[in-house]
């Protein structure tokens, strides 16, 4: 037991996940969430469910964010109530929220003047990977913030790369998220391909799992979401549409023409018509099986 107390603020898919590996590892989490249905999921697990963010900083100097976007990170951050407002000195937040880089470096700007600390940590895994506590995290901020979250990132993760300053992790979450889109697109393409010419679509995903053509959405997305139509990932349409359109801006931002990677993009925003906010992620590749 480590005896430490943790806040987590968004208790949905991925910090209920989280909830779960940082009570294994013996920490006492405390957390919030707008909805009740999360609120009551937390307090089943046994996670200290308090009403809003100051009782939350009230607790604890370690803050965990998982919330939709970044809107919802700014409000938390430096709204009315939130934990500027609130935080005990020298408060550490790590924001594991697939977030927008230039509000990230402001946000911590804002922190790092009031003597607290921000890292932006956003996670690959899934809820599945939360709650083993075996995510990905790429890592922007002070490395001196990373040491001192490096025993609560140890329990959520099982590999943490530092890209260096504020931000950078998330830049690198969503060129992450910009592949891993792309590749579901060109993989659905792939099998449709193979379909159409009399292959089996299982066989052909077996065979290109061993090959150079293969991918984590091959290996993984297509045995376990999409052959079998389970399509129950806990990932959303409305996150993955978000996190592409930010990895677009970046694009434009950086003033590149990238025609693959921003074709992919086209299809991910169209997609919008066809598919709810609601839907799994996977359903992208339905307008191409
Ligand atoms: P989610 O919608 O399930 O959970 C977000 C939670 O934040 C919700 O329960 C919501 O009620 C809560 N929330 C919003 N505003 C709040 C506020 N002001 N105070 C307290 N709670 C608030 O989303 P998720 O799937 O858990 O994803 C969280 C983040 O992690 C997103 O940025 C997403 O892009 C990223 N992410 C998700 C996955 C995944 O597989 N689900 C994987 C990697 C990264």
Redesign the pocket.
């Known amino acids: 037991m480590t005896g430490k107390v943790v806040g987590i ?7 209920n996940g989280m909830a779960q590996s940082l009570l294994r590892a013996g920490y006492q989490v405390i957390g ?4 009740e249905a ?1 609120q009551k999921a937390a307090r089943d697990l046994g996670v200290d469910v308090v009403a809003d963010i100051k009782a939350l900083c009230a607790q604890t100097t370690e803050i965990i964010l ?4 970044a809107v ?1 990170v700014q ?2 951050v430096q709204g009315p109530g939130g934990i500027i407002e609130h935080a005990q000195a020298h408060s550490l937040v790590i924001d ?4 927008e880089p230039e509000i990230t470096r402001a946000l911590a700007a804002q922190l790092v003047e009031r003597g607290h600390q921000l890292l932006d940590a ?6 599945a990977g939360a709650a083993a506590g075996s995510m990905v995290m790429v890592v922007g901020g002070e490395a001196t913030a990373l040491s001192r979250a490096r025993p609560c990132l140890d329990a959520l993760s099982s590999k943490i790369v530092h890209l260096g300053q504020s931000g950078n992790g998330h830049v690198a979450k969503l060129i992450n998220n910009l592949l891993c889109a792309a590749h579901l697109v060109t993989t659905a393409e792939a099998i449709a391909l193979g379909k159409k010419a009399g292959l089996d679509p299982a066989a052909l995903i077996e065979g290109l799992n061993a090959g150079s053509g293969r991918s984590a959405i091959s290996e993984v997305n297509f045995p376990r979401w999409i052959l079998n139509q389970e399509f129950d ?4 349409m409305q ?1 993955m549409r ?2 592409v359109r930010l990895a677009k801006q970046l694009i434009d931002d950086m003033e590149m023409d990238l025609s693959l990677s921003e074709k992919a993009a086209a299809i991910w925003a169209e997609s919008e018509n066809a598919i709810a906010d609601g839907e799994d992620f996977n359903c992208i590749v339905k307008n191409h099986l």
Not at 66 to 69: G, K, W
Not at 96 to 99: D, I, Q, R
Not at 122 to 127: C, D, E, F, Q
């Open positions: 603020i968004g208790l949905g898919n991925m910090g919030t969430d707008l909805g999360q998982s919330l939709p976007m919802h409000a938390v594991t929220s697939t977030s956003p996670v690959s895994g899934g809820p990932s806990g990932f959303s996150l978000k996190d």
